[in-house]
T-cell receptor, first 112, second 111 residues
Framework: DAGVIQSPRHEVTEMGQEVTLRCKPI?????LFWYRQTMMRGLELLIYFNNNVPIDDSGMPEDRFSAKMPNASFSTLKIQPSEPRDSAVYFC??????????FGDGTRLSIL | KQEVTQIPAALSVPEGENLVLNCSFT??????LQWFRQDPGKGLTSLLL?????REQTSGRLNASLDKSSGRSTLYIAASQPGDSATYLC??????????FGTGTRLTVIP
């Protein structure tokens, strides 16, 4: 059974460029989460979806960040324009309503 | 706002030793608590999920306890092995299905 799949695994780009991170949740999971992990702040929830609808985006740091879930099997997190302080590992997770969250392997993002 | 603290930040033990990792949280109004393991370059692997009505959960050599009233959880690892070396994170889940993570305990088991 495939887990949560994220792409790319690594992304290096110059500041000002648009970055798009992708996530395929586990089939049948109603919830999808985007997290950011940094050494200074640990793991932070950015946004989550229930049945493709964004429920809480209060963790999104600023307007440069946006997330979409056009269907039950795909979500994107976009940063435009990117800045060096956006460098972090971004995780996607999915779950049933009351079950444990299952995480992807993350995207390691470096903004130069 | 919920704050989750894990102590110690790092722990090094010889192989075979039993150990306890601690997690405390400030708001006892949680839905459940989840312990994760994180290996370098990998996502978080869920170890145990304790519902708010439960006191403990066990899986193999792992046992997690939850005391909501005191805002504490412990993860007990029996007969530690070098393969247990990783960072262990606890997270509390609120009724809105938000996770609040601790900063983790980095465990090293020495062969």
């Amino acid at each position: 059974d495939a887990g949560v799949i994220q792409s790319p695994r690594h992304e290096v780009t110059e500041m000002g460029q648009e970055v798009t991170l992708r996530c395929k949740p586990i089939s049948g999971h109603d919830y999808l989460f985007w997290y950011r992990q940094t050494m200074m702040r640990g793991l932070e929830l950015l946004i989550y979806f229930n049945n493709n609808v964004p429920i809480d985006d209060s963790g999104m740091p600023e307007d440069r960040f946006s997330a979409k879930m056009p269907n039950a099997s795909f979500s994107t997190l976009k940063i435009q324009p990117s800045e060096p302080r956006d460098s972090a590992v971004y995780f996607c997770a999915s779950s049933h309503p009351t079950g444990p969250q299952h995480f992807g392997d993350g995207t390691r993002l470096s903004i130069l | 706002k919920q704050e989750v603290t894990q102590i110690p930040a790092a722990l090094s033990v010889p192989e075979g030793e039993n150990l306890v990792l601690n997690c405390s949280f400030t708001d006892s109004a949680i839905y459940n608590l989840q312990w994760f393991r994180q290996d370098p370059g990998k996502g978080l692997t869920s170890l145990l999920l304790i519902q708010s009505s439960q006191r403990e959960q066990t899986s193999g050599r792992l046992n997690a306890s939850l005391d909501k009233s005191s805002g504490r959880s412990t993860l007990y690892i029996a007969a530690s092995q070098p393969g247990d070396s990783a960072t262990y994170l606890c997270a509390v889940i609120t009724g809105a299905n938000n996770l609040f993570f601790g900063t983790g305990t980095r465990l090293t088991v020495i062969p």
